[in-house]
Structure formats: C-alpha cells, structure tokens
C-alpha cells in the first residue's frame, strides 16, 4: 500500500536545515531568510562544527526516510488500528482538560538588551546586541529584523548587520533586575514559577476572587516611571478582570524597572506561553478558556512555536510533511507508529494545547523508562486494534 511519494518527501526536506536561521523568535518576521542563511553557511561551512551537522542532518534524513519506507509497507488494518488508537487518546485527554484556573506567563522583552538601552539612551534608536565578537546572549528588535539573535555569533551578526552595536553583558545588574520584576509577580502569586531571570508563570486565580473586593486606591498606580519620588504624578486605576489585572502586573514591573514585559493569559502554561509570544513587544494575548477556542489559535501554529519542539525534532517532521500543529493532529497515526511514545504523547498534548495548570517549583520532570512506554504502547495498541 503506497501512501508516501519519496521523490517528493526528499524534495520537501532538501532544503530544511537545522543550522538555518530559526524565524519563530519575537521581532524576527518577515526576515530575509535567504540572505541570511547565506552569510550564515559562508562562515560556518568550512567548520568541523558545521561538517557535523551536516552529518546529523543527513543521518536524521536517512532514517526518516527508512520509518517512512516502513509505513508505506504497513497494512490497512494496522493503520486503522493506530487511527483508532490515536482517536482514543486524544478523546480521553480531551475529557481531563482543565479549564479553571487563570495562568500568566510573564516574559521581559529582550531583556538583557533592554537593560542596558534603559541605562545608554543612545542605543534606543540602534540595532544593538548583548555579548560579544564570539557570542551574542540577546539583541534588541531592531537588530532582529536583520535576523540577529541570541546564539548566534557577534562577527556573524555584524556581517548580517554591520552597523551593529554590540555591548559586553553585565549579568550581577540583570540578576538584580530580575529580583524587582519577581518581587512584583509574587505580590499576585507567591508560588509562581521562575523560569529564567526574564520570564516567570504565576497562577493569579484566587488573586482575581480577591480582587472584586479591591477599593480603586488597591488598585491604583502611577502612571508614569520616575525616579523622583518627590515629583507629582498622574494616576492609572486598573480593573478587576483578568486582562486588566495582568496589565497592572506589567506596569507595575515597568514602575519597579523602567523596562517592559508581555504577557500571555491561558488556561495552562503551554498555552500562556505561547500567547506571551503573541503582542510582544509590550503587549499581552487572552486566550479564552473554551475548547474551539484554544484549537483556533494552536492550529495554525508552526510546530517551531511549540516550546519542547525543538530544530532535530522539527526536522523529523518536516520529512514526514508535518508543518504546523494542526498538520500534526491529522497525522497523529502516523506519529504513533513511527516514534517512541514519549514522543507521541507529547507531541499530541502540544497540538491540541494540552497541559499542566498546576506551577511546577521542582524543575525536575520523572518520566518512565523508554522501555516501559513501549510495553504500555504494545497493550494499548492491541487493546484498541479493530
């Protein structure tokens, strides 16, 4: 049964790479792709680093397209089986979707960079970086629209940008920073969760049942950042939803640090995180707690938008024709017979915007053994098997 055309599974992936410049960052749209992985392949391809690479790609490639000759030869009633399987799986985690509580991812914009622009002025208006000639840590977003970002090598970034800025970080100030922003976040929620010096999740759901019976003096800031504590100010009263509740979060930070956060607002982390991508720069994104909802905004999504989805991951499933979440969920079957099912079950929880809303301050994750997970999987399938 030939379900998979290979002459254009290799044509699809010729051209996929993961040393190419990846788009999905913050600032980074509509880029000139071509330009830059150009310059990019110009002083990387003589490396050894880039010779391996280039090595895992084409390993990655080779073995796709084996698991891809491999499907193509399995029966009809084993792929019915597996889309039964899959079905079932999607349904009995639909049914443990929760829906009730209100998460907030916050994420500072460009941070580092940010910072130090607070502090030189005369950087506002310039592409400028954080690093140096041998690294970059972060980049402002006017330097990202000549695609210059984190990771990315400063003599690179300056052929990509040659009137880039680039300045040596100063980690202890970003440290203290980060303190005044988590010192705001956990007047909301003293559990939330930093993930960084620049972002944190916090669950502001029994704040919000507080907040109705706030005063509008609970509710009061001034309006404008100043260091003059001396000086008048104009106020600003925020409301007692969520949507302005975490607008009071993100002025509040601005009021502690002179600098801008955005935000996403969701029923789980993996969806406030991506909504925190969404308004960025200074901006935030309510997705609403209904099912139609959340499938609308992640199924659209690029699966590199998918935090956890990372460049060996997404190369796997641009062979197999899987560019975005909703591509993932048709294909669901294919996913379960051709990866392991830690694989399948997280790539499935990512496409339908599944997710823990419960602050998780133990960064540790336990898992099963692999093999276990392929006992599980053989019960299942036969369980399920038509």
Known sequence: MELINKNEIINNVSSV?????NDSKAGMQNIDK???NAIILKHSKKSKFYKRQQEKEEEIKRKSL???NIFSRISGHEIQAAIKYTHNFIELHEKTREMDRTIVHIDMDAFYANVEIRDNPSLADKPMAVGSESMLSTSNYIARRYGVRAAMPGFIAKELCPDLIIVRGNYQKYHAESSKIMDVISKYDVNYS???LDEAFCDITEHLLARKNFSDSDRTYP?????????RQENITFGIDAEECVREIRHRIYLATNLTASAGIACNLRLAKLCSDVNKPNGQFRL????DSILEFINPLPIRKVNGIGPTTALILDCYGIKTCQDLYDKKHMIYLLETQNTFEFLMMACRGLGSNRI?????????GHETFVYLKLIFFYLFKI
Do not use: C, P, Q
């Open 17 to 21: 790479s993961r040393m190419h410049i």
């Open 34 to 36: 071509e330009k830059i």
């Open 66 to 68: 084996e698991k891809l």
């Open 194 to 196: 930093a993930r960084s």
């Open 223 to 231: 309006k404008h950042f100043t260091n003059n504590l001396n000086e």
């Open 288 to 291: 609403e707690n209904k099912v």
């Open 360 to 368: 998780e301050h133990d960064t540790e994750r336990k898992s099963l």
